[in-house]
C-alpha cells in the first residue's frame, strides 16, 4: 500500500490525443481510480472528443480537474502564449530548448506551438510525472522529459491496429532510450516490447484494471433448450477474430435454431462480416449492435449466456474480465495474452485461434454441462477480484510512480 502522505502530495499528468475517447475507457477509468486514491491529475489533451458513423460522441466525464484542451493553432499563437502570466529563465529556456529541437522540424510549425504551450502551462502547474498510452505520444512529449526531467511512463496496449499511425524505427529507439517506464498488461505484450527493441529492464507488467462498481455480478443458469445467447465486444477488424465466430455459429444453429450471437463494435470489417453472416443464412440469429455506449454493453453483459473473443491478436482482453465480473463464462483464442488471464477449466475455456470446430465445441461443452458453467461463472468473477481488480492495479500503479519520483 503506497504511502498516504506522499500520495496526497502526488501530481500526475495524463497527456493524451483525444478525451473523452469512446474506444479508449481505459483514459477514464485510470483517471476515477487514480482520483479515488486522493491523486492529483491533471490530463492534457490535443482534443475533445469527436463523432462519426464509427464512433459516437461520448459524455462528458465528470472529473476534479477539468481536462487542459491545448490550442495549438500558430493563427492564435500569441494568445495562447502569453495567455498565462509566467515570465522566467526557466521558461525562456525551456523555450529555447525547444526551438533547438529536431521535434517541431519533423513536425512542423503547429507541433512547435503546442509543445511551448505545454510547456508553460506544465510551469504553471506541479507535475511529478507524466503518463502518456502509447509510443507516439511518447516521442511528441518527449520534449518535456529532455527539458524537465520529468519522469515520463508510457503504457504500450500491443501492436498498432492498420491505419493507425506508427513510430519509425529511428523514433522508436529514441523513444525506448529516454523513455523511464513501459508498462504492458501481459508477458505476451512484454514480449512484442521486447522485440521492438524496448530495454527489459524498462518493461513492468500491470494488467489494466477493470470497476468492478461497474460490473455487479449476475448469477445466471444455462441449459440447452434455453435461447442461448453469445457476446463478442470489440472493434471489427481482421484481427479480432469475428469470421471465426460467424463460422461456428453455422455449425451451432443445426442444433440450436433459436441461438443469438450479438456483436457489439464497429470498423472497418463490418460490411464483410454481414455479408458472410447473409450468405450463411444467419441474419436472424446474428446481431450487429455497432458502437454502444458503456451502459449499454452492460445491459448485454447482465443478459448474455457466454462471451466469445475468438481474436488473432490480443494483449489482455479487457472485455474478458468485464463479462466475468458480469457473469458470464467466457471463451477466448489461445492468441496473444488471452491465455494469460483465463485459466483453462477454472475460469474460463481456450480454443486454438482460427478453429470455428474446436470453438462450436467449448460452446457446446458449456451449455450441456451447466455444472461445468456455473462453476466457471462464479471462479471467473473471483480471479477477477483478486487480479484485475482497479483499486489493486491503481495501487502498484502509484507505487511505481513514487518510486519515479525518489529516483529522480
Known sequence: MPDKKAVNNLHIGLLVDQFPNIVQPYIANQLHSLERANINVQLFSRQTSTSNTLQPETKPVKLKSAPIY?????DNLLGNLFSLPLFNSTYIKAVIAIIRSSHWQQHGIKHLVRNIILARILLCKKID?????????????????????IPLVTT????TPPGVPTLAKSK?????????????????????LLTLGCPKYKIKIIPQGTNLDQYPHIKRNIHHTDKIKLLSVGRLSLEKGHKTAIKTIALLVRQYPDIKYHIIGDGPERSSLELLAKQLQLSNNIIFHGFLTPDRVSQYYRSCHILILPSFKETQGTVLQEAQASGLAVIGSKAGGIPEVIIENETGLLFDTGKENELAKKIKSLILKPDLYEKLTVQGRCDVEQRFDINIICDELISIYTDLIHRK
Do not use: W
Not at 491545448?70 to 500558430?74: C, D, G, K, T
Not at 529514441?174 to 513501459?182: A, M, Y
Open 70 to 74: 491545448i490550442n495549438a493553432n500558430p
Open 172 to 192: 522508436t529507439k529514441l523513444v525506448f532510450e529516454t523513455g523511464d517506464i513501459f508498462l504492458v498488461n501481459t508477458q505476451s505484450a512484454r514480449d512484442d
Open 156 to 159: 504500450y496496449h500491443g501492436v
Open 129 to 149: 510525472v507524466l503518463h502518456t498510452h502509447t509510443l507516439l505520444s511518447c516521442f511528441e512529449y518527449l520534449f518535456l522529459r529532455q527539458n524537465f526531467s
